[in-house]
């Protein structure tokens, strides 16, 4: 069965760092794009970060460029998300995916074919 299991989230001050991890289980990933997403109530689910199967290519949305950085490590089946100056507007719940596709369709929920169950961040003032 595969799965994708997220870990780290937490309660942070704004300002402050974490970060999360997204193992995954069942099948390797080498070979596919990782993806960090994130939603709140009410909202869809939005583009947070993504990079490629080698590592070499890494997408941000612009809401979290300078401050988020997305890694991995294909030998522990893991991609990580870096989170620093942590905004209250961060606040979401995370979730990471994984998907066969190129960098054009990173930014879009719809290409990825597995998702983790989520993991909350709660940024506070």
């Known amino acids: 069965q595969v799965q994708l299991v997220e870990s780290g989230g937490g309660l942070v001050q704004a300002g402050g760092s974490l970060r999360l991890s997204c193992a995954a289980s069942?099948?390797?990933?080498?070979?596919?794009?990782r993806g960090w997403f994130r939603q709140v109530p009410g909202k869809e689910r939005e583009f947070v970060a993504a990079?490629?199967?080698?590592?070499?290519?890494?997408t941000y949305a612009d809401s979290v460029k300078g401050r988020f950085t997305i890694s991995r490590d294909n030998a522990k089946n893991t991609v990580y998300l870096q989170m620093n100056s942590l905004k209250l507007e961060d606040t979401a719940v995370y979730y990471c995916?994984?998907?066969?596709?190129?960098?054009?369709?990173?930014?879009?929920?719809?290409?990825?074919?597995?998702w983790g169950q989520g993991t909350q961040v709660t940024v506070s003032s």
């Open positions: 069942g099948r390797t990933f080498s070979n596919y794009f």
């Open positions: 990079i490629s199967w080698s590592g070499l290519r890494t």
């Open positions: 995916a994984a998907g066969r596709i190129v960098t054009d369709q990173a930014m879009d929920p719809r290409g990825y074919d597995y």
